[in-house]
């Protein structure tokens, strides 16, 4: 019998703006190349009727991402962080083969068994919020810890409660933090260069934090699940230090 590549969690219209998505769970056995993240279990969040790259060249990736500012197509007239995920390789890698049929169609109870003990990663690529948040409770029900990051938590129709202990609210700038941690949502809020505040601890896994640890064995993005600190984590995608920079000259 093949060994599985990855289970389909999803097949709907997303919850941003009714486009079809499908949401895939991969990486379910075997070591990660990822030295950061460590062994984790990762999904995917894609339009399942455009070419990944197709969709951020168009837009059409607005379906998983929302309005959010690292997508590359707003990032480029805004100077802003752009997504630091390559999408025309893991990302078309794994939409190739959900073309071919290499993913099993499976129940959320099934998927739930096979995620039993392991800890998963929430929207490796794309936003976990632009699939139903049921269907993210239901597989992960057994899994030994989440990690999820969200940039939906601004709209209106945004559950806040559901997904608090499914996701950590990403925040680009203090006052975005303020405004969810009001929304009874812990934050990891990303900056240009370092500058902690109160009530934040940096992201063990980056380099500013001595890459003390890896995704997989450091608990701080689990949500509500746990009481922590908010997490801080300099820019580092590409481009930064040309941010920092402007930051910089600004000031």
Not at 29 to 51: C, L, P, Y
Not at 225 to 247: E, F, K, L, P
Request: aromatic share 6%.
């Amino acid at each position: 019998m093949a060994k599985i590549l990855g289970y389909i969690a999803y097949e709907g219209p997303s919850e941003i703006d009714g486009a079809p998505i499908v949401v895939i769970v991969n990486k379910i056995t075997g070591a990660s190349k990822n030295g950061k993240t460590g062994a984790i279990v990762q999904s995917f969040i894609i339009r399942s009727d455009v070419n990944p790259v197709q969709a951020l060249q168009t837009g059409a990736d607005s379906s998983i991402c929302g309005q959010c500012e690292h997508r590359p197509i707003i990032a480029k007239q805004t100077n802003k962080v752009p997504c630091y995920v390559q999408v025309a390789k893991s990302v078309l890698s794994v939409y190739n083969a959900y073309l071919r049929g290499r993913y099993v169609r499976a129940d959320a109870a099934t998927i739930a068994r096979a995620l039993a003990g392991k800890v998963v990663r929430i929207g490796t690529y794309g936003d976990g919020a632009a699939a139903p948040v049921r269907m993210w409770t239901q597989i992960t029900r057994y899994a030994a810890g989440v990690r999820g990051y969200t940039h939906q938590w601004e709209n209106d129709n945004f559950d806040h409660a559901a997904w608090s202990p499914l996701a950590m609210a990403s925040a680009d700038t203090l006052e975005q933090a303020a405004l969810a941690n009001l929304y009874g949502m812990r934050v990891f809020r990303v900056s240009v260069g370092v500058d902690k505040q109160p009530g934040e601890t940096v992201c063990p896994a980056s380099a500013e934090g001595g890459k003390k640890s890896t995704c997989a064995k450091c608990t701080l993005c689990s949500g509500t699940r746990i009481t922590a600190r908010d997490v801080v984590i300099a820019d580092h995608a590409i481009g930064h230090d040309r941010r920092r920079v402007i930051m910089l000259a600004a000031a």
